[in-house]
């Protein structure tokens, strides 16, 4: 997994460098995330969508790895004619739903979540969503349905890694105390690091019974890459050559 | 047209793949539909955003989704969700707004849809269902059950009676004649206003054919313009605005070409409406002369 995480932390600064694209602190800070997702979460039928569309290069790198899209695909991202969107597309394969636009994500998911109770199909619904988003009116107005139709084949996952996109969450419009508010909307919550494995997977595999789950995963923006890490510049610019040299020593050296 | 809209969906329903989401209305309306599939029938509450993302997700899986509402709550207020949700996806969510133009005359300019063409033909992928009386009503429906696929259906408030029931073909762009007149200038509409339309021509057109195009949007505009081509003089009527409605689109659709016909536009005046009355009073004011 170390290898997994690695490789995908490498894809993102090389190509993010190429691309000259922005969002390098939005993909690092879900690639644990992804990786359990991919590696140990998801079943067949199983439906993933990545709300924080802005963090789609995170996205493709993991496909890349899965073997849903080839070297000659990826390595196409920010070329022209490239089918890779910076804000994720269904035009991929693997890629469940296009976002891009906040707030998006969750009543999509929700609706999947509700055809397959319907059905009594076992399926599971996990949507990926940024702290920004809890700022998006639908956020709410969904997990008033999902709870009011018991929705416990939903997963919502929080990245929380407390910075949007111009300064600090808690300096833009305070979104604490989180945990409690989805209490209140009648959710399963649970509160972990989100770097950690171990402890995606445990918050992932054990879902509640009669409620829509949702695991707030603190997590760091530009996780992995020193001078990233925690710097909100990283919402928006690309390494030069100079930075991407340095922060691929530090990938190696850190998850060798 | 409501209650014939709820009968024939329910009808349409034998496959269990309809489902139907309200915004917390719809009363003494939907409910034939409902109690037969309750299972398929949701209300989202007050929310329309969410409302039309469920929908999109819902029919992402291989389901047929109809969106009812009123005015402007299922096009404008969440327009975004349209466009990305539904139409970027291409999913088979018809999205039903009830009373078209003025037809909440009473209830105000916050209940008029006086601009939802404009919004609606803006999305590459949508059909416009603009029936002007039941039997198109019923053709549109049969139209969208079998060719599944981003939609917009328009719907009089007011119920039509019912006319002797007619089988009759529907196609996206295709028009359908009403009146036998003049073969070469012709009045065309779209949408509930077929009776208005019918006494503008006594009143002014008395020799012109009368035609309804029920279903049209981007898709069809090539086809439209083979269409209008052929007559000499084409007069639209409609209860919507002129900006982006159904006449500017008209003229749209023959644009930038060496066609002569001529396209004489009548809508509803362009401006906000800042009396109310019955819809009747509405249209004689404001509307197509």
């Known amino acids: ?256 | 047209m409501r209650k014939l809209f709820i009968k024939q969906l329910t009808k349409l329903n034998r496959r269990k793949k309809n489902y139907l989401i309200i915004n917390d209305l719809g009363y003494s309306v939907i409910e034939p539909f409902k109690n037969k599939f309750p299972d398929r029938t949701f209300n989202a509450g007050v929310s329309e955003q969410n409302m039309m993302g469920i929908a999109a997700g819902i029919a992402s899986e291989n389901s047929n989704v109809f969106v009812y509402s009123i005015a402007n709550f299922s096009t404008f207020r969440c327009a975004e969700q349209i466009r990305n949700d539904v139409d970027y996806h291409n999913l088979p969510v018809t999205i039903i707004s009830v009373g078209s133009g003025v037809g909440y005359g009473n209830l105000g300019y916050t209940h008029h849809a006086l601009q939802d063409y404009a919004l609606m033909r803006s999305f590459p992928n949508m059909q416009i269902l603009s029936p002007g009386n039941n039997n198109e009503l019923i053709a549109v429906l049969n139209f969208i059950q079998k060719n599944p696929q981003p939609s917009y259906l328009r719907l009089d408030k007011t119920e039509h009676e019912e006319i002797k029931f007619k089988t009759i073909k529907v196609n996206p762009g295709a028009i359908i004649k009403l009146i036998e007149g003049n073969k070469k200038k012709i009045i065309l509409t779209t949408g509930s206003v077929q009776n208005l339309a019918k006494s503008i021509r006594i009143k002014n057109y008395n020799k012109y054919s009368l035609y309804s195009m029920p279903i049209w949007g981007m898709k069809a505009k090539n086809k439209v313009k083979n269409i209008i081509k052929k007559f000499d003089e084409v007069i639209t009527i409609e209860d919507h605005f002129y900006d982006g409605g159904f006449g500017s689109w008209i003229k749209e659709c023959i644009d930038d070409s060496k066609i002569k016909t001529i396209i004489k536009s009548k809508f509803i005046k362009n401006k906000v409406i800042n009396e109310v009355g019955s819809k009747e009073y509405l249209l004689k004011k404001y509307g197509p002369k």
């Open chain 1, 1 to 256: 997994m170390n290898k997994f995480t690695k490789d995908i932390r490498i894809n993102i600064l090389k190509l993010t460098y190429k691309a000259k694209s922005s969002h390098i602190g939005s993909c690092l800070s879900i690639v644990e995330i992804l990786a359990v997702l991919y590696n140990k979460i998801l079943k067949r039928k199983d439906r993933f969508i990545l709300s924080k569309g802005h963090a789609a290069l995170a996205l493709y790198c993991t496909l890349y790895q899965k073997k849903y899209i080839s070297l000659k695909t990826l390595n196409s991202f920010g070329s022209n004619k490239t089918i890779l969107m910076n804000h994720v597309s269904h035009k991929v394969n693997g890629v469940e739903f296009s976002t891009g636009s906040l707030g998006h994500g969750l009543p999509v998911a929700i609706g999947k979540a509700i055809k397959f109770k319907i059905n009594k199909e076992k399926n599971k619904v996990y949507v990926l969503m940024s702290d920004g988003e809890i700022n998006e009116g639908t956020t709410w107005e969904g997990l008033l349905f999902a709870s009011h139709h018991k929705l416990d084949n939903l997963n919502i996952i929080i990245d929380y890694n407390k910075l949007q996109s111009m300064d600090f969450v808690k300096k833009v419009i305070n979104i604490e105390p989180l945990k409690s508010k989805f209490l209140s909307f009648g959710c399963n919550v649970k509160v972990i690091n989100g770097h950690n494995i171990t402890a995606i997977n445990n918050a992932l595999i054990r879902s509640a019974k009669n409620k829509p789950n949702v695991i707030i995963a603190n997590t760091v923006k530009g996780k992995g890459v020193s001078f990233m890490e925690n710097n909100n510049l990283w919402h928006y610019k690309n390494p030069n050559l100079e930075d991407l040299k340095r922060s691929l020593l530090e990938i190696n050296k850190k998850y060798a």
